[in-house]
């Protein structure tokens, strides 16, 4: 499965990117493709960090690393799709939970750092 939705989250990153860039231009004001932006390039940094951890596990089935995955799965849903949804007129409270979802991709490379320090 992660190998699937890795590529899935990388397939929509460009489409979100894609749609920020043609879509939204004449749209959004600099702080919105701003915000535009810099979800998309999270997005995808996350989606490829989670095709790293899909090579991984089939490479080292030993290295449990579930759950750094659902803490990137997670993190990247909150922080950048609170982000896209104030940039299509969500409310602005949503800022507020953009760093829960940070705070849950830092912990799921915290995690996979102690799992990799654990299997050494």
Known sequence: MGLSVASLKLA????LGAFGAH???SRLDEQGLGWWHTATQYWFWTALGLLV??????VLPQLA???AAWSLQVGIVIFAGSLYLMCLGGPRWLGAI???GGTLLLVGWLLLAWRAYQTA
Do not use: F, N
């Open 12 to 15: 929509l990153a460009v489409a």
């Open 23 to 25: 879509g939204l231009k």
């Open 53 to 58: 951890l899909g090579v991984l596990q089939r």
């Open 65 to 67: 690393i579930q759950g």
């Open 98 to 100: 953009t760093p829960v």
